[in-house]
Nanobody, 117 residues
């Protein structure tokens, strides 16, 4: 019943910005935690940001002060604003929803972010 689709990826130069969107449907939105992960080739999947409405957002050390995760309640999206992008940010970015009671997970298909000169 829950579907997750990411969009907004692309190629930018170092120092540039991108805004990723995670479009959701079929969920009881306030009962979910939402997170953004990323995975580069040959590396493990990394949690970069997580949002719980009643708690707030947390970020990995690598992206704090540069990335911001927000929820748009009207549009049912979870967005990731990425500023001051670095080549090390290059990865496929995934959105994940988690039911807070059952911990059932819902994953999107991923969107590619490439940061290069």
């Amino acid at each position: 019943q829950v579907h997750v689709v990411e969009s907004g990826g692309g190629s930018v130069q170092p120092g540039g910005s991108l805004r990723l969107s995670c479009t959701t449907s079929g969920s009881i939105f306030n009962m979910f935690a939402w997170a953004w992960f990323r995975q580069a080739p040959g590396k493990e999947r990394e949690l970069v940001a997580r949002l719980v409405d009643t708690v707030g957002a947390t970020y990995s050390e690598d992206v704090k002060d540069r990335f911001t995760v927000t929820r748009d309640k009207a549009k049912d999206t979870v967005d990731l604003q990425m500023n001051s992008l670095k080549p090390d940010d290059t990865a496929v970015y995934y959105c994940r929803g988690e039911e807070l009671v059952t911990h059932k997970e819902y994953w999107g298909q991923g969107t590619q972010v490439t940061v290069t000169s």
